[in-house]
Structure formats: structure tokens, C-alpha cells
């Protein structure tokens, strides 16, 4: 596997089930990002890892529940869903979010949720 | 705080023919801009950026897009589309200090008819 892989690509889910996306970079990349995808909308930027640690968090309901276990995965753990909160989930890396350098983001291929 | 405007929702073209999607943004600092493209079913690929230097900036599949500071707009341009170019394009701007994080448009539907 090469790049930032995603799975499952889609997912149908009742809004009382539990169920977790997972994103793996094999870039060697220090910082990965979950976005929110929603059509005629821009992308939305939900949390942001760096080295393991969230550092940024942006209002999204507790519904929500990341998890980065190590610099190569990140999960985005749901609970309780709404059918509003269907759309493409993009998972992002970058090689660090450390200095003021510009560092390009490497997207996914996106998981297609679906909450009945 | 950054703000892009992608007036175009959808522009349908024809093979062969030249293109400009447009994109203006706000910002109260310096920024970097980007244009990524999205195919079906697949996530976004970079297919150029303006960091400095030079405000006309090539990209992939010849691809291109001019930086006008002043009129605070970074259009993306190709001069003979092809039926393959058929996607989704999203301009992004990321503040030059600071995170990292980039702040999208809402995209444009470019349609290359035969």
C-alpha cells in the first residue's frame, strides 16, 4: 500500500450502531487531519494530530470521537449518528506542522457514509 | 479569518476548448493558494500551489493559474480540455504563519462534453 489508504470506502449505518473509520499514511508523516465532505458545501476540517496529539478540534459534537494511536493511523470513532452527519469522511497527512514551512496535504480516497 | 469563493458550481465545456475556473478569497494575512482536483469516487489531488515568486504557477496536466494580489483572486486556467479533465475543483488558501490548515471552496463541477 502506498500514500494514505481508507476503510472502509462506504459504510451504511443505523443512527443507534457504533462503528469506526480507519485511515493508515505510509509516508512516514507526522500530522493527519479528518475532514467532512458534504455536497455544495466546503470541506470542513474536524480535528487535527500532530506527533499523536490532537491539536485542534473544530466544534464538532462529542459524536465524533477520534483516536490516534500512533503517527500512521488515525480512527474516527461514531456513536449515536444523525442522518444529517452523511457524507465523504477524507483523511489528510502532512510531513509535520512543526515551523512555518508550507507542507502539502496528502488526501485519502474518502469513506462514504450513509446513517439511516 | 480565510474565506474562498468558487462562483462557478458548475461549468460544462466542450473537448478542446479553453477553460478558467474562478476562484477570489479573503484573508487578513499573507496566504498560500492551491487548486485540487477530484476525480469520482477518489479523494483530492494537488494540482498546483502558489507559495511565492512567480505569480503564474503551472501545475499537472496543464494545468495553470495566475495570483492577482489586488484583485485577491487565483483562477485556474487550461487551454485545450480533455474529456479525462471531467471532475470536481476546489480552491484552497492556507495562511502563511501559523497551522497549517487549509480552508476550501465549495468546489466547481467542470463537465468536458464531446
Known amino acids: 500500500e502506498t500514500g494514505v489508504t481508507q476503510t472502509p470506502r462506504h459504510l451504511v449505518m443505523g443512527m443507534t450502531n457504533k462503528k469506526s473509520l480507519k485511515c493508515e499514511q505510509h509516508?512516514?508523516?507526522?500530522?493527519m487531519y479528518w475532514y467532512k465532505q458534504s455536497a455544495k458545501k466546503p470541506l470542513e476540517l474536524m480535528f487535527v494530530?500532530?506527533?499523536?496529539?490532537?491539536?485542534e478540534n473544530n466544534s464538532v459534537p462529542s459524536r465524533f470521537s477520534p483516536e490516534c494511536p500512533n503517527s500512521s493511523h488515525l480512527f474516527l470513532h461514531l456513536h449515536t449518528l444523525q442522518p444529517e452527519d452523511s457524507a465523504l469522511y477524507l483523511c489528510?497527512?502532512?510531513?509535520?506542522?512543526?515551523?512555518?514551512?508550507?507542507?502539502?496535504?496528502?488526501f485519502g480516497p474518502g469513506t462514504r457514509l450513509t446513517v439511516l | 479569518a480565510q474565506s474562498v469563493t468558487q462562483l462557478d458550481s458548475q461549468v460544462p465545456v466542450f473537448e478542446e476548448a479553453p477553460v478558467e475556473l474562478r476562484c477570489n478569497y479573503s484573508?487578513?494575512?499573507?496566504?498560500?493558494l492551491f487548486w485540487y482536483v477530484q476525480y469520482p469516487n477518489q479523494g483530492l489531488q494537488l494540482l498546483l500551489k502558489?507559495?511565492?515568486?512567480?505569480?503564474l504557477v503551472k501545475g499537472i496536466n496543464g494545468f495553470e493559474a495566475e495570483f492577482n494580489k489586488s484583485q485577491t483572486s487565483f483562477h485556474l486556467r487550461k487551454p485545450s480540455v480533455h474529456i479525462s479533465d471531467t471532475a470536481e475543483y476546489f480552491c484552497?488558501?492556507?495562511?502563511?504563519?501559523?497551522?497549517?490548515?487549509?480552508?476550501f471552496g465549495t468546489g466547481t463541477r467542470l463537465t468536458v462534453i464531446p
Open positions: 489528510a497527512s502532512t510531513p509535520s506542522l512543526v515551523g512555518t514551512r508550507y507542507n502539502e496535504q496528502f
Open positions: 484573508s487578513s494575512v499573507s496566504v498560500y
Open positions: 502558489y507559495l511565492s515568486g512567480s505569480t
Open positions: 509516508l512516514g508523516h507526522n500530522a
Open positions: 494530530y500532530s506527533l499523536e496529539e490532537r491539536v
Open positions: 484552497a488558501v492556507s495562511e502563511q504563519t501559523g497551522a497549517n490548515n487549509l480552508f
